[in-house]
């Protein structure tokens, strides 16, 4: 049996561009059918009176650690970042997602119907990144947009306080470059053995580390590198250019400055946080108006929380904040929704109002880039999963 939802009445706001009033978007079996102004309801369709609201594709956080750093849970809940050692490219920040952190709930009440959780930036090379949505399942595997999508790697200080407090390397810049180069040397030599073992039939031992380092390489993860100073940022181009690493900049503080060589080389940045304090210092230049400068250099950009340093449910409000610095208004919007999920890679799923993306709608009560809107309803896959003032996780009528 069909199941169909109709949001109508509401200004529908794509995430591609377009912005209409009194349209209507029609999901079915928890994709999107069709959006516009003449869309036809089909007989026996939820509906749901969007009139005086906004009508937005779900927000998406393209670098967030939520379910992994768990909020108000101490201890127990940090399980982002695994620094026994420099290279730990073979864990998975999948398996360390609890959702039931209280910050889902949070994401929700802010609009946000998918995330990137990725690894911390204590290593050189911390792992793997997962995209989900932040509800629907009884675990995170019911939520998975994509298992593995990117490499992290880290550059500057997070990585030289974790190992020059042990005293062992990388303790400088110039040794955590080092311990990339040589991690990516060794899964080129990895990958050539183990193709020859293959064309051969023998016998090959796996090492999960390699193997997704040899996706790296190919291309298959992209290379998510935490990085904030310019001169750190240089290091990233030169390595990937190295390895023909699929670059994306993670933080870009001062991206601004090598800005025209990151659009010609089509780098794209995940900014900020825009509204954390300057906790050390490459971030002593930390602006929005940063973000404004890498935009009309024609750098493709996203937003990110980069929860919970910045709570989850303030995505929106970081937004407002960079369209005040000088952000493009379209821009903004973009860096939540159509942009963020191209960057991140699944853009096929989510990410805007178009027919065949997933049934992942968000009602505010108005202009999202207003402070005051608020979010009065979330359905992520065509069924309601948050309402405001009511429970998250209700279920269709």
């Not at 956080?61 to 730990?88: L, Q, R």
């Not at 889902?104 to 990144?129: E, H, W, Y």
């Not at 699929?246 to 900020?272: M, Q, Y």
Request: charged share 20%; proline share 5%.
């Amino acid at each position: 049996m069909t199941d169909a939802v109709a949001i109508v009445g509401g200004r529908v706001v794509t995430g591609l561009g377009e912005e209409f009033d009194g349209g209507a978007v029609l999901l079915v079996d928890g994709r999107i059918e069709a959006v516009g102004a003449d869309v036809v309801v089909p007989a026996g369709a939820r509906v749901i009176d969007a009139a005086g609201c906004w009508v937005l594709p779900g927000l998406i956080d393209p670098h967030s650690h939520i379910g992994a750093h768990e909020e108000a849970n101490g201890p127990a809940g940090f399980d982002g970042s695994e620094v026994s050692s420099p290279v730990t490219a073979g864990v998975r920040a999948v398996d360390a997602i609890n959702i039931e952190d209280i910050a889902f709930r949070d994401a929700l009440a802010g609009g946000i119907t998918a995330v990137v959780v990725k690894p911390g930036s204590g290593n050189p090379i911390g792992g793997q990144s997962v995209a989900i949505k932040t509800a629907g399942g009884r675990s995170v595997d019911e939520q998975v947009i994509r298992a593995a999508l990117g490499m992290k790697s880290a550059l500057g200080e997070n990585p030289k306080q974790a190992y020059g407090e042990r005293k062992q390397l990388p303790s400088t810049r110039l040794g955590i470059a080092l311990v990339i180069r040589q991690a990516l040397m060794d899964a080129r030599d990895y990958g050539a053995r183990r193709d020859k073992a293959r064309a051969e039939g023998a016998p090959f031992a796996v090492n999960l580390g390699m193997q997704a380092l040899t996706e790296a390489l190919d291309g298959t993860l992209t290379w998510e590198q935490h990085a904030h100073r310019h001169d750190d940022i240089a290091t990233a181009l030169r390595i990937a250019e190295e390895f023909g690493l699929r670059l994306v900049l993670n933080h870009g503080t001062e991206a601004h400055k090598l800005a025209d060589v990151l659009a010609a080389r089509d780098v794209p940045v995940i900014f900020g946080p825009i509204l954390s304090s300057r906790s050390k210092v490459e971030v002593r230049e930390a602006d929005p108006a940063n973000l404004a400068a890498l935009a009309a250099a024609g750098v493709r950009v996203a937003l990110t929380t980069d929860h919970p340093v910045v709570p989850i449910g303030l995505l929106a409000m970081q937004a407002a904040v960079a369209v005040r610095a000088g952000l493009p208004r379209q821009t903004a919007l973009a860096a939540m929704t159509s942009t963020a999920a191209s960057i991140a890679g699944i853009d096929d799923r989510v990410g805007a109002l178009e027919p065949g993306r997933d049934g992942d709608v968000v009602l505010w009560s108005g202009d999202p880039l207003d402070v005051a809107s608020t979010v009065r309803e979330v359905l992520i896959d065509g069924r309601t999963v948050y309402v405001s003032g009511g429970a998250s996780q209700k279920e269709n009528a």
